[in-house]
């Protein structure tokens, strides 16, 4: 996730300070991923550095509100028109543990296979569970965290149809 570029998104609407830009950062991604002050400001500080963001004018309260430069503006449009790179995948710790599992001497893969499994089809109930709760018809707040649980509920199916076939794979050796 790329926090640097979500802030530049949310700073092309219009100028913020550091807790603002977390809160809405937060609500808009259906607060699914907090985000530590800290890093928020050590992003801004970055941001700033590399000349994409600069301070606007400074509050009452001591507070710094950021604004986006000309090149902050160039890099978010080069940002929404170009797809995230799903060539050089994430690390995933299921299933590196699998892989691992699936290869080590003395390891019970099907054991860790089935604890994963059940562990992930735990997750998947509280995400559909939590998706009928959304208010109807979804909105605002409620619509970000729908579409993140959705993506959430995918990723948790298309985990459990893997663990299914790595079993399968495991027995047919």
């Known amino acids: 996730m790329s926090v640097r570029q979500s802030l530049l998104a949310i700073l092309s609407e219009g100028s913020q300070y550091g807790y603002q830009l977390r809160h809405e950062f937060e609500v808009r991604t259906g607060r699914t991923w907090p985000i530590n002050i800290g890093q928020v400001y050590?992003?801004?500080?970055?941001l700033v550095r590399d000349g994409l963001v600069e301070e606007a004018e400074r509050g009452e309260d001591g507070s710094v509100n950021y604004r986006l430069t000309y090149s902050g503006r160039e890099e978010v449009e080069r940002w929404w028109g170009t797809p995230v790179d799903r060539q050089a995948p994430n690390r995933d710790e299921v299933a590196i543990k699998v892989a691992l599992a699936?290869?080590?001497?003395?390891?019970?893969?099907?054991?860790?296979?089935?604890?994963?499994?059940?562990?992930?089809?735990?997750?998947?109930?509280g995400y559909t569970k939590e998706k009928r709760s959304l208010p109807d018809p979804v909105q605002g707040d409620a619509l970000a965290r729908q579409l993140v649980l959705d993506h959430l509920i995918f990723v948790a199916e298309a985990e459990a149809r893997w663990l299914d076939l790595v079993e399968q794979r495991l027995r047919a050796r």
Not at 42 to 46: A, E, I, K, S, V
Not at 102 to 125: C, M, N, S, Y
């Open 42 to 46: 050590t992003t801004l500080n970055r």
């Open 102 to 125: 699936a290869t080590a001497p003395g390891v019970d893969a099907f054991a860790v296979i089935h604890r994963q499994k059940a562990e992930t089809l735990r997750v998947l109930q």
